[in-house]
């Protein structure tokens, strides 16, 4: 399981990512994070975040029927949560290359 | 609450309607919770619907609360509270108004029905005696109004903050009913030895300022 604290600030752009392929809702977003292997994702812990970028211009929702009571609010990505994603999946690239190069060949002892 | 928060309470309530009992609880804390948080009435309501529309949809799933949001429900709605503007200072200052008219408009309305004067009046026109219009307003009953106004606030202000922590006391109904005994034993006791009139006040001109506060409370409420 990905400890919580290590999910903080990379969650906000797999949410994106999922919500970038087509307009989705709460739940679904939270199966599909969890087919990718984010365990224990329910949708109780990116509501909030869903609400953030919500805020922040990134998404914007659309509250339409549900066959299960009420009305259910499905998120659609905007121009500017097309950019930011590709900004964070650039960012995430140079944070990964960094640790990778840490791990891989920067695991000895400074000289 | 004006009219668009109204709208979407009443449907709210008939979802809630809709919860499971074991799903109950856990709802009613985190919806008492965040009625004390420092959003406006109508986000509250939107993030409810949200609630609501999630806790349902996992009921049809066979799943409950626990599994949707997890156990730390304060976390959970501190983080959704964090995404809202506070309130500005005019919506905390109607609602700061409107409580007082409500709270006010009601005590009032309680001591002019329960006052003897009231009694005596009501004897008076059935026997046809010489009717007095003029009611008392004692020491104790002001004091009291003070104390339950503080009270109120104070109460409603803790049990908002700490629903988690407390919701399992007031879920208990012997403990809730003891409460409420001791506040009523405290107010007698005021009102036993508060017998001094400060001054007397018509009942038409007491029940015309009822009115007048519950008619403010109306009109602050749907702004």
């Given at each position: 399981m990905i400890p919580s604290q290590m999910l903080k600030g990379t969650l906000e752009g797999c949410i994106l990512k999922v919500i970038c392929y087509n307009e989705t809702y709460g739940y679904e977003i939270s199966q599909a994070l969890q087919k990718y292997?984010?365990?224990?994702?329910?949708e109780g812990t990116i509501y909030p975040l869903l609400l953030r970028l919500e805020k922040n211009g990134l998404v914007t929702t659309q509250s339409r029927e549900s066959p299960l009571g009420p009305k259910r609010k499905y998120f659609k990505i905007t121009p500017l949560g097309e950019s930011t994603l590709e900004s964070f999946f650039s960012n995430w690239k140079e944070l990964e290359n960094a640790v990778n190069q840490l791990f891989q060949s920067g695991g000895q002892k400074h000289e | 609450m004006n009219k668009q928060t109204r709208e979407l309470n009443r449907m709210n309530n008939d979802l809630d309607k809709l919860l499971y009992l074991e799903n109950n609880p856990a709802m009613t804390d985190i919806i008492c919770y965040l009625r004390g948080a420092n959003i406006s009435e109508y986000n509250q309501e939107i993030i409810r619907q949200d609630l609501l529309e999630m806790v349902l949809s996992a009921q049809e799933r066979n799943e409950n609360i626990e599994t949707v949001i997890g156990t730390d429900y304060k976390t959970f709605c501190d983080e959704i509270i964090a995404t809202f503007p506070p309130k500005s200072l005019k919506e905390k200052m109607i609602g700061f108004f409107d409580a007082i008219s409500l709270g006010l408009s009601v005590f009032c309305a309680i001591n002019i029905i329960l006052s003897n004067e009231t009694f005596v009046l009501i004897h008076n026109l059935i026997v046809g005696e010489p009717l007095n219009f003029e009611i008392d307003v004692t020491a104790g009953l002001i004091v009291s109004l003070l104390i339950a106004f503080i009270a109120a606030f104070g109460i409603v202000n803790f049990i908002m903050k700490k629903s988690f922590e407390i919701g399992s006391l007031f879920h208990n109904n012997t403990s809730a009913i003891l409460i409420v005994l001791g506040s009523i034993s405290i107010f007698l006791v005021i009102g036993w030895f508060g017998r001094n009139t400060i001054f007397t006040v018509n009942i038409f001109i007491a029940l015309f300022f009822s009115f007048a506060l519950y008619l403010t409370h109306r009109l602050l409420s749907r702004i």
């Amino acid at each position: 399981m990905i400890p919580s604290q290590m999910l903080k600030g990379t969650l906000e752009g797999c949410i994106l990512k999922v919500i970038c392929y087509n307009e989705t809702y709460g739940y679904e977003i939270s199966q599909a994070l969890q087919k990718y292997g984010f365990q224990d994702i329910s949708e109780g812990t990116i509501y909030p975040l869903l609400l953030r970028l919500e805020k922040n211009g990134l998404v914007t929702t659309q509250s339409r029927e549900s066959p299960l009571g009420p009305k259910r609010k499905y998120f659609k990505i905007t121009p500017l949560g097309e950019s930011t994603l590709e900004s964070f999946f650039s960012n995430w690239k140079e944070l990964e290359n960094a640790v990778n190069q840490l791990f891989q060949s920067g695991g000895q002892k400074h000289e | 609450m004006n009219k668009q928060t109204r709208e979407l309470n009443r449907m709210n309530n008939d979802l809630d309607k809709l919860l499971y009992l074991e799903n109950n609880p856990a709802m009613t804390d985190i919806i008492c919770y965040l009625r004390g948080a420092n959003i406006s009435e109508y986000n509250q309501e939107i993030i409810r619907q949200d609630l609501l529309e999630m806790v349902l949809s996992a009921q049809e799933r066979n799943e409950n609360i626990e599994t949707v949001i997890g156990t730390d429900y304060k976390t959970f709605c501190d983080e959704i509270i964090a995404t809202f503007p506070p309130k500005s200072l005019k919506e905390k200052m109607i609602g700061f108004f409107d409580a007082i008219s409500l709270g006010l408009s009601v005590f009032c309305a309680i001591n002019i029905i329960l006052s003897n004067e009231t009694f005596v009046l009501i004897h008076n026109l059935i026997v046809g005696e010489p009717l007095n219009f003029e009611i008392d307003v004692t020491a104790g009953l002001i004091v009291s109004l003070l104390i339950a106004f503080i009270a109120a606030f104070g109460i409603v202000n803790f049990i908002m903050k700490k629903s988690f922590e407390i919701g399992s006391l007031f879920h208990n109904n012997t403990s809730a009913i003891l409460i409420v005994l001791g506040s009523i034993s405290i107010f007698l006791v005021i009102g036993w030895f508060g017998r001094n009139t400060i001054f007397t006040v018509n009942i038409f001109i007491a029940l015309f300022f009822s009115f007048a506060l519950y008619l403010t409370h109306r009109l602050l409420s749907r702004i």
